[in-house]
């Protein structure tokens, strides 16, 4: 079954930072373009950020541009997302997607708390 296994989620406080990871399982993560998600306790899936299959093309949501750095290694078949400066408004459940073939994880647990 293809999905993704995402880690590195945690707890830290606000200006800290996080680091998570996108396992494809399954399916080979380079042919495909990868978006992150996030869903807010009590509100609908936002997106977060995206890449191309190639790495190219980095975009990111205005609430997070210049905090967040999406990157993938297609060797390790795994895709990141660096979370830098985090704010109490990025608490949430991370989730990565391959949009072609609507591909989903669990998702990892983000808070942001002092």
């Known amino acids: 079954q293809a999905q993704f296994v995402e880690s590195g989620g945690g707890s830290v406080q606000p200006g800290e930072s996080l680091k998570l990871s996108c396992l494809a399982s399954g399916f080979l993560l380079k042919r495909y373009a990868i978006s992150w998600h996030r869903q807010a306790p009590g509100k609908g899936r936002e997106w977060v950020a995206g890449?191309?299959?190639?790495?190219?093309?980095?975009v990111y949501a205005d609430s997070v541009k210049g905090r967040f750095l999406i990157s993938r290694d297609n060797d390790k078949n795994t895709a990141y997302l660096q979370m830098n400066n985090l704010r109490s408004e990025d608490t949430g459940l991370y989730f990565c997607q391959a949009p072609r073939d609507n591909y989903w994880g669990q998702g990892t647990q983000v808070t942001v708390s002092s």
């Open positions: 890449i191309a299959s190639n790495g190219e093309s980095p």
